[in-house]
Each structure stands twice: as structure tokens, then as C-alpha cells.
């Protein structure tokens, strides 16, 4: 499995930019596409971004909206997320995960999950 630290995260004020990231160690890095999921108070996890295995792909979630960016560095077994315009409701803890597309469900974390701690973003307004 590959283990992760997210890291970068803060508070902002709404219209402002972070930039998380993400180390990955264990298994081979550029094995998986890696993608950022988050988490707000009371909601479910959801798909927010998704970088294919050289970062010549990436996807995102519908209220991304063009305000994110997500891309890695395979040298360094990092992933990162730019978020810019961000808004209150960007408000969650941000994860990072293997991620793959399922024709049922949609992106999701491949399973088993094997989460990191995350790393909170707040976005005041």
C-alpha cells in the first residue's frame, strides 16, 4: 500500500488560494493516478480532482469550475491540488488517495482505502 501525508492546507478568506500537497511512500508512486477527495462537517467524502499516472490527464469535479489545478511530480512522489477563488464551501479536510474510475460510481479511492490524516481547509467569508 502507499502511505500518505497531506499537508498545506489553512485558512483564507473567500477569494483566496492554497496549495495542498501530498507525499506518497511505499509501493511505486507512479503505479496509480492519484486524486484529492474531501470531506466537509456532516457530508460524505467526495471526488474532487484526478491526475493520470504522468499528469497528462486530469479531472475534475463539476464545482471545481475552473478553479483548480491538480497536478504531481513523480520525482518527488508528490501530488498537489492549486485552489484558487476558493469559496466557503470549499470548506473540508482534503485527502489524497490512489484513485480510480468505476463505471457505477464514478472516481473513488482504490480500494482498500488506506486514508491519510488529511489536511483541513478553511475558507471564511
Known amino acids: 500500500q502507499v502511505q500518505l501525508v497531506e499537508s498545506g492546507g489553512g485558512s483564507v478568506q473567500a477569494g483566496g488560494s492554497l496549495r495542498p500537497s501530498c507525499l506518497a511512500s511505499?509501493?511505486?508512486?507512479?503505479?496509480?493516478?492519484m486524486g484529492w477527495f474531501r470531506q466537509a462537517p456532516g457530508k460524505e467524502r467526495e471526488f474532487v480532482a484526478a491526475?493520470?499516472?504522468?499528469?497528462?490527464?486530469?479531472y475534475y469535479a463539476d464545482f471545481v469550475k475552473g478553479r483548480f489545478a491538480i497536478s504531481r511530480d513523480n520525482a518527488k512522489n508528490t501530488v498537489y491540488l492549486q485552489m484558487n477563488s476558493l469559496e466557503p464551501e470549499d470548506t473540508a479536510v482534503y485527502y489524497c488517495?490512489?484513485?480510480?474510475?468505476?463505471?457505477?460510481?464514478?472516481?473513488?479511492?482504490?480500494?482498500?482505502?488506506?486514508w491519510g490524516q488529511g489536511t483541513q481547509v478553511t475558507v471564511s467569508s
Open positions: 491526475v493520470s499516472l504522468i499528469g497528462t490527464s486530469t
Open positions: 488517495a490512489p484513485t480510480v474510475l468505476r463505471m457505477t460510481t464514478g472516481w473513488g479511492p482504490v480500494e482498500p482505502a488506506n
Open positions: 511505499g509501493r511505486t508512486f507512479s503505479d496509480y493516478t
